[in-house]
């Protein structure tokens, strides 16, 4: 019998399994590390990072999710099940005033090193988007009974704290925290908004680090006035698009409950 099954109405166990797998994510190499380190020196430092990502970020979750919900499950929790296609194609229209104001900035020089392509714009946007949308405020909020704040400003709060390495100073870490700690709230809504469509937040948090880094824009996530701005115009993008999604999504629910409404009207009254 599932974990979850056993444990369905007691919020708090599911909160603590949730939580106890993200601690054992975030900080288990740093427990593990010195008893297989030793195996992976020959490894180039790209191969060492994404497998670290693929352990700690994309396996632990993972195990959690299957003993919480089971295998047949997994991808309906995690988002995964559906809008890969859809995912990509809005991530792409939505950033493309960042490509564009980029290259502007950059007279359209590009130069990007093979760990900044991997890393920085395929690995860490699907083992962040996997580890801290899909798992931790995804499952806090739909498995164990989060309301939308305390989920949003945990996932939040943690995932602005492991970018102030970034900074070089107080202020610069200061402004790198707060930067990604709203990145990180503002993919959480995006990802509940858009129907658990996990693909979309990663594509977008994937096109919006390689244009970052394909033309170089700054040293770390906090940026400078012009790359906020363009980087606003993508966001107010999505925003205004999800916006419309919600709305649309309200107008054909109360359409459908019309319908239904109408039609137990109808058949009460062939019955009476």
């Known amino acids: 019998m599932l974990l979850a099954s056993r444990i369905t109405n007691n919020k708090v166990l599911l909160s603590i399994i949730i939580l106890a797998f993200y601690f054992l994510g975030q900080f288990g190499s740093k427990l593990l590390y ?3 380190g030793h195996l992976l020196v020959d490894f180039d430092r790209t191969t060492r990072v994404v497998l670290w990502q693929l352990l700690y970020y994309g396996l632990v979750p993972l195990v959690a ?12 929790a995690l988002g995964l099940d559906k809008g890969f296609l859809r995912g990509l194609g809005m991530a792409a229209l939505i950033t493309l005033p960042m490509f564009i104001g980029y290259g502007w900035m950059s007279d359209f020089t590009v130069g990007i090193d093979p760990y900044n392509l ?11 988007e996997f580890f801290f949308r899909a798992f931790l405020f995804g499952l806090l909020y739909r498995l164990a009974g989060w309301s939308v704040l305390p989920a949003t400003v945990l996932d939040a709060f943690v995932f602005g704290i492991i ?9 610069s870490s200061l402004s790198v925290f707060g930067v990604t700690a709203a990145g990180a709230a503002g993919f959480s809504l995006l990802y509940k908004e ?16 390689f244009a970052w880094m394909l033309f170089a824009v700054a040293d770390n996530a906090a940026g400078g006035l012009w790359a906020n701005v363009f980087r606003l115009m993508s966001i107010a993008i999505a925003v205004v698009w999800t916006i419309r999604h919600v709305r649309n999504k309200k107008a054909l629910a109360q359409v459908q409950g019309e319908e239904v409404a ?8 062939v019955s009476g």
Do not use: C, K
């Open 34 to 36: 010195p008893f297989y």
């Open 65 to 76: 999710t299957v003993l919480l919900v089971g295998w047949r499950q997994v991808p309906s």
């Open 118 to 128: 991997i890393f920085g714009s395929i690995s860490a946007p699907f083992f962040e």
């Open 163 to 171: 970018h102030v390495s970034q900074g070089d100073d107080l202020v």
């Open 194 to 209: 858009w129907d658990w469509n996990l693909w979309f937040v990663v594509f977008l948090h994937a096109f919006m680090n």
């Open 262 to 269: 109408q039609s137990d009207t109808a058949r009460s009254m």
